[in-house]
């Protein structure tokens, strides 16, 4: 299973981005797929997560800012990213769950700075 990441790079306070991820064909049907991000010296963390019940999970330093949603193709997610703040700065990387087993991309480096 391979899961493609792409999208981030720089942009100054108050941008935006919008990140891909791509699940490779034969990986099946997916519980449930989100990012994560890790930022230097720091503790990978959740970002968003989406479901296939529906129900979406935000880290709250990003509510209101990030919206995460799955593309027509069911392995597909995207983050569009908002009001970027340096505090997004970090590594992010796309996850997808299924029967409880995690598929992790290679990481998508996005740098907020002016």
């Known amino acids: 299973v391979q899961l493609q990441a792409s999208g981030g790079g720089l942009v100054q306070p108050g941008g935006s981005l919008r990140l891909s991820c791509t699940a490779s064909?034969?990986?099946?049907?997916?519980?449930?797929m989100g990012w994560y991000r890790q930022a230097p010296g720091k503790q990978r963390e959740l970002v968003a997560r989406?479901?296939?019940?529906?129900?979406?999970n935000y880290a709250d330093s990003v509510k209101g800012r990030f919206t995460i949603s799955r593309g027509v193709a069911e392995n597909t997610v995207y983050l569009q990213m908002s009001s970027l703040k340096p505090g997004d700065t970090g590594l992010y990387y796309c996850?997808?769950?299924?029967?409880?087993?995690?598929?992790w991309g290679q990481g998508t480096q996005v740098t907020v700075s002016s």
């Open positions: 989406t479901a296939n019940t529906g129900t979406t």
């Open positions: 996850n997808a769950v299924k029967m409880g087993v995690q598929f």
């Open positions: 064909r034969n990986i099946g049907v997916i519980n449930s």
